[in-house]
Nanobody, 115 residues
């Protein structure tokens, strides 16, 4: 199993970024996926989830209405569209797959929101 995040960077407050997580090594379309983030000095926190088909999504209250999780099963990729970014969104963002009894994480991508 391999998860590779990309799309992070430096953006001004109010800006947008789209993160991608490319998955391989498992039947991607059979599993729900999640995005997490970890800010400096803080614990990793859940951001958003999407069902295996993409028909169901859930969001942390802190990002609801600003972030959108989606997936392209044909491309084995899950996305996180982030709009109206705030400085408090600064963190390393990770995607996660839960397969049978194990969690798999990517290496993360840094998002910095600053003027």
């Amino acid at each position: 199993v391999q998860l590779v995040e990309s799309g992070g960077g430096l953006v001004q407050p109010g800006g947008s970024l789209r993160l991608s997580c490319a998955a391989s090594g498992f039947t991607f379309s059979s599993y729900a996926m999640r995005w997490y983030r970890q800010a400096p000095g803080k614990e990793r926190e859940w951001v958003a989830s999407i069902s295996s088909t993409g028909g169901s999504t859930n969001y942390a209250d802190s990002v609801k209405g600003r972030f959108t999780i989606s997936r392209a099963n044909a491309a084995n990729t899950v996305y996180l569209q982030m709009n109206s970014l705030k400085p408090e969104d600064t963190a390393v963002y990770f995607c996660r797959a839960a397969i049978i009894d194990r969690f798999y994480w990517g290496q993360g991508t840094q998002v910095t929101v600053s003027s």
